[in-house]
């Protein structure tokens, strides 16, 4: 008999790809908060809060999720934006956080650029938290994560190399 899998038994995920554009152009398209919706196939929407209109440490903007049935808002606080390199921000929850990135990696030629969209939680969430994921957004949170991220790439790469 198998063991069943935990709900969550992972803090950390990645995923990479290579895109054959300058790592300039994706940076306009990542630092652009406002269309993340367009990449990512959890993220409805995102847009800067008052005071805040670009990429830069401390700015902050609200993203508007979803999972399966479940919709959800996050404030989140860019942590860096480092142009052309890195962009991470910060989403506070009742999980303890969660730190997103998309890390830039341009080719000596500088005609290409690899891309590495990764999460870090900042602690493990609590088991009550993991069993009402569970329920929520299903028992193969991990898995949905890892293909939402693949996903995202896919489009940032369509997106990066028609411009």
Known sequence: MSTPKPIMDAL????????DAPAE???????????MGEWSPETISAKWLSGFNRA??????????????IR???TCTVVVA??????????PGLDGGCTWSFSL???????????????????APPRAYRALVGVLLGPGRMDALQ?????????LKTAAELT
Request: aromatic letters at 8%; a positive charge.
């Open 105 to 123: 990696d341009q080719d000596d030629n500088g005609n290409g650029t690899t891309v590495t969209e990764s999460f870090t939680q900042q602690h």
């Open 72 to 74: 959800w808002q996050n």
């Open 147 to 155: 293909n939402g991220m693949r996903t995202t790439l896919r489009r």
């Open 12 to 19: 950390s995920g990645s995923e990479s790809i290579h895109i």
């Open 56 to 69: 830069h440490p401390g700015a902050k903007f609200r993203a508007v999720n979803k999972a399966r049935w």
């Open 25 to 35: 152009r994706i940076w306009d398209l990542v630092a652009d908060i406002t269309r």
């Open 82 to 91: 480092e142009k052309n390199r890195e962009l991470a921000f910060l989403r």
